[in-house]
């Protein structure tokens, strides 16, 4: 089993990861490759992480429930 300390390390760092990527890639969807995507990047990742950190408190329990459902799988 996974210490609590050990999920939470990850939870952040998982959820960093994504809502870098993810506030990228829509950022620049919406503006376009330019400059003023580059000025706004930063600003939309630091609202995306915690936003994505909480969310991920409950859909990621829920997850795990509905593919513990589908696989027959046992929660822990």
């Given at each position: ?7 939470i ?14 506030s990228?890639?829509m ?9 003023i ?6 600003h ?20 795990f ?6 696989t ?5």
């Amino acid at each position: 089993m996974v210490q609590k300390r050990t999920m939470i390390i990850a939870q952040i760092l998982i959820t960093g990861m994504m809502a870098l990527i993810m506030s990228g890639i829509m950022s620049m969807i919406a503006i376009g490759p330019n400059e003023i995507w580059l000025k706004a990047w930063p600003h939309q990742f630091i609202i995306a992480w915690p936003i994505a950190f909480i969310v991920t408190q409950f859909v990621g329990r829920f997850g795990f429930f509905l593919a513990g459902k589908m696989t027959g799988a046992q929660a822990h």
